[in-house]
């Protein structure tokens, strides 16, 4: 597996304003196929995520 974007075909990297998002310069961009799938698993994580702090908190 690639060490520069482990897969994902993004290199990600943090700066002053956050975290930017690039093509990997070893494995290229991902499609916009597998970039859409990424997201919305992501999304997904973060609503789990959420839905999991609310429910502590509430508990
Ligand atoms: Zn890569």
Redesign the pocket.
């Known amino acids: 597996?690639?060490?520069?974007?482990?897969?994902?075909?993004v290199?990600h990297e943090i700066v002053d304003s956050g975290y930017t998002f690039e093509p990997?310069?070893?494995?290229?961009p991902q499609t916009k196929e597998e970039h859409d799938r990424e997201f919305a698993e992501l999304y997904k994580k973060l609503d789990e995520a959420e839905a999991l702090y609310k429910k502590e908190k509430t508990a």
Do not use: E, H, R, Y
């Open positions: 597996m690639c060490g520069i974007c482990k897969g994902t075909n290199k990997c310069p070893v494995c290229g």
